[in-house]
Structure formats: C-alpha cells, structure tokens
C-alpha cells in the first residue's frame, strides 16, 4: 500500500495524548512555586489595596480614568499607554534574547495558572501514576468523588479569577457586593464568566496546547535568539549512548553515556517533549527536566547537570558572551524609554482644558456697540484634590470676559460657559485670542489655549 494510500485510509487528525507532568522536586521547581504563589498573590491582592479612599488600581473606562495608586490617566494620556506597551513588549525581547524562554516558564499567566490548576489536580487525585490509572479505569465511586473534588476546586478558583479580574475595571467592593445580593448587572456577569471560562478552560484542559500551537511567542521566539541566548541542552556528547544499568555502575565500563534512559525528563515536562532530542520550540525552559535529571544523576553517582541551562556557543567550547550588540540596543531603548516616561511624569501639568466655541453662532452684537463671542471651556482636574482655577484671556485690548468661578472637584472634568465682549471698534473679522487658566493655590500649574474672537467685517 502506498504512502497515500495509507494516509487516504487513516485518520488525518491525531487524537492530543494528555500530559501528564511528574511531581518534581528541586531548586528550579521550588522556583516556579515561589513564582506562582508571589504572582497569584499580586494578582488577588492588589485589586482589594485603596488609595484616597479609592481602589488603588482602577481602569474605570465609564470614566475614562486610569487609576494607578496616585497617578489617575485620562485619554489625553494615552501616549503614555502606548510608551508602556512598547516597554513590555522590548522587556520581553530583552529577556529572550539573553535568557530564552525564562518568561515562559516562570512568569507567564498560561504557566503560572496552569500550574495553580495542577496543584488542585494533584491534591485531588494524587500523583502521576495514580491520576493515569483514574483517567483509565471505570467510573466508581472513588473516582466520582475525586473528579468532583477537582472540578469544584477548578470552577471555584476560575470563579474567583474572573471576579478579580472584573475587580480592576469595576470597584471590586461593589462588584462581590452586588454578586453577593444576586445583584449583578449583565455586562458585569459576562465579563466574569467569560474569563472564568477562559481561566477553567486555558489552564484547566488545554494547558500545553496554549504554548504549542496558539501561542505566537513560540513561532517567532527563534528570531530573537543567537549562539550566546541561554537554552535548556542535553549534554549529547556526555550522555550518549544512552541505555539502563544498576546504580553505581561505571559509564565508561559499560561503554555507555551517562544517560540511564529513565526517561523521567519527559515524564515531568509540561509540553511533553523529549529535551534529548534538541532545542525544540514547545519547550518553555521550566527547568523541569533540569531538576529530575539532576536527581537521577545523584542516585547513580554521577556528575550533574546532563540537562542544563546553557548556551550554544558554550555546547561548542566556544566563551559565552553576555554584552552582544542586540543586547546593548535592548537596554538602551528601555533606559531611554523609561528615563523618558518618568521625566515627562515628573513634570506632567495636572491639568488639561478644551476650548470650543460656540456653533450657532460666530459673534453677536450687544449693547453698547459692543461684539459677543461665546465659548465653552472643557477644564479636567487630572489631581486628586478639588481645585479653583481663574481665567485670563489676552490678545485684544479692553477685552471683558464673563465666567463663573472654575471649581472642579478631584479628577473630574468640568463645562463652563464663558462670554468675551469688547467694542465693536476694537477690530474686524478673526482675532485671535489666548485663553489661560492656573490654579489658584499654585501658579505653576497653569495652561493656555489659542482660539479666534469674530468681529463684524467691515
């Protein structure tokens, strides 16, 4: 039967083999744990803080506020935002280029979660073995109960991850309390259980599949990589060639490597790869196959590090080199973009003011030979504290303005009407005009705005 033939008889796609990771101990584990628990923490944590009476960290887009401890953010801020993402996004390519996928195994949400999932997992239905043999066994009682234990472990943790998540965009005070009264408006509802479903369904049963095959990251991590970017190896030249043997017994005797084929590396990784057969691009640099290997290699009474972290120029015998042009690039544009954010932070005028004038009409003629123009002043109190402001208007002489006191309360914006007259005679057609308004308790904060005043033609 032909290669076709064979295909055009089977299936053309494999059914996905679960993984399932063997428990680990060691220095990089305990790392991951540690990751997981201060991350997790931050995450749940942080969305309770207040800060002047306000929830610390709030992107109350109603509003159009950015809440973030004492800073609050307008959309006349978005500059800002972007400048953040493109600090992440370069934070990100730093880290890749010098230490690989060390994001990936330690930090990232998908890992983090997914290792939050399989803890409950392992609570619930034990270790490896024991969880392989559940999953193929009949359904009895024991394995009801322990599958329920799990599910309601998973849904109640996906639950709260979606309230907390909501919690930053919506007072977390206001959103349990309305959920707790059956009170929940239905937008509210929607966001909380979709990223419950996407936290239960994401790290729950795709896990591994994230990282493989719907993570871009993966796909074009390579361009960012060199000969000197810090991987996860098997020692080839070391280990090879592989095969079982009592413990203690002597490599070289055997005319073996050091590799005893347990194949415990692949059982404890998440994505289910063999590190023995190269770099691959499933591989997320948990260390996970790091740790294991280390401890076989202590039961046999050889050398560690047959898996290790290291580099291709060091595989080759070649000096690492840790300072690398791209290197260099990276960390400059970081210290240019963050010196830059915080000095423009540093000196950001708390204040912003639209001026728009009035569409009806371009001027009218009053009293006294005199020529109107109306405005209406957008005034945003970007502090945390009411504010009075006062007005000036310059660029025609004897100028009258008419305004009603400008008092804006904390981090709220505010209309108000303003009316220029001046005699007719003071000029034709557009003037312009500058309008400023300062704080009156601070006049270095103060902003102008340039618009026209009409005047008859003629």
């Known amino acids: 039967m032909s290669k076709i033939e064979n295909v055009a008889a089977g299936s053309l796609y494999q059914k996905q083999v679960k993984v399932y990771p063997h428990d680990v101990d060691g220095h990089f584990a305990r ?7 201060v991350l997790l923490g931050l995450f749940y944590g942080v969305v309770w803080l207040e800060w002047d009476e306000r929830q610390a960290i709030l992107f109350d887009l109603p509003a159009r506020k950015f809440h973030i401890f004492g800073l609050t953010l307008w959309p006349q801020d978005f500059i800002y935002l972007a400048l953040l993402l493109l600090f992440l996004a370069l934070i990100l390519f730093f880290v890749t280029a010098l230490a690989g996928r060390l994001w990936c195994g330690f930090a990232c949400p998908q890992t983090v979660w997914t290792e939050a999932f399989l803890l409950m997992e392992r609570w619930t239905e034990g270790p490896r073995n024991k969880r ?3 999953d193929k066994g009949p359904m009895t009682r ?23 998540f909501v919690g930053y965009f919506t007072p977390v005070r206001e959103l349990t309390g309305d959920l707790a009264g059956l009170d929940l408006n239905s937008w509210g509802a929607f966001w909380l259980f979709f990223y419950a479903l996407a936290t239960y369904g994401n790290a729950g049963f795709l896990r591994e599949q994230v990282c493989k095959y719907m993570c871009p990251y993966a796909r074009f991590q390579s361009a960012m990589f060199d000969k000197d ?32 084929d347990c194949t415990l590396c692949v059982q404890v990784c998440p994505t289910g790869i063999d590190i023995r057969n190269g770099l691959q691009y499933e591989c997320i640099a948990c260390a996970a196959c790091v740790d294991v290997c280390n401890e076989v290699m202590d039961k046999m009474g050889y050398e560690r590090n047959l898996v290790r972290y290291t580099t291709e120029n060091t595989e080759r015998g070649k000096p690492a080199r840790l300072l690398r042009p ?25 204040l912003r003011m639209e001026v728009i004038r009035d569409r009806n009409a371009l001027y009218r003629q009053v009293a006294n030979d005199q020529v109107e123009n109306v405005y209406s002043l957008r005034v945003i109190n970007m502090t945390n504290e009411p504010q009075r402001y006062t007005l000036q208007v310059t660029g025609i002489e004897g100028l009258i303005v008419e305004a009603p006191v400008l008092d804006v309360p904390p981090a709220q914006s ?27 308790d601070d006049p270095g904060v103060r902003i102008e705005r340039t618009s026209n005043f009409f005047f008859p033609i003629g």
């Open 132 to 134: 392989m043999k559940l």
């Open 229 to 260: 970017t810090l991987i996860i190896a098997y020692d080839e030249k070391r280990g090879e060639p592989r095969g079982g043997r009592r413990r203690n017994a002597t490599p070289d005797k055997d005319k073996r490597g050091d590799c005893i």
């Open 142 to 164: 024991e394995k009801f109960l322990r599958k329920s234990a799990k599910q309601f472990l998973w849904i109640t943790f996906s639950l709260w991850t979606g309230l907390t």
């Open 414 to 440: 505010q209309a108000f009407p303003v009316r220029l007259r001046v005699d007719q005679s003071s000029g034709s057609g557009s003037v312009p005009v500058t309008l400023t308004i300062e704080a009156s």
């Open 326 to 350: 791209r290197i260099v690039l990276y960390a400059a544009l970081l210290l240019i973009i963050a010196s830059g954010m915080m000095l423009s932070l540093g000196t950001r005028t708390p």
């Open 31 to 37: 790392l991951r744990q540690v990751a997981m628990y």
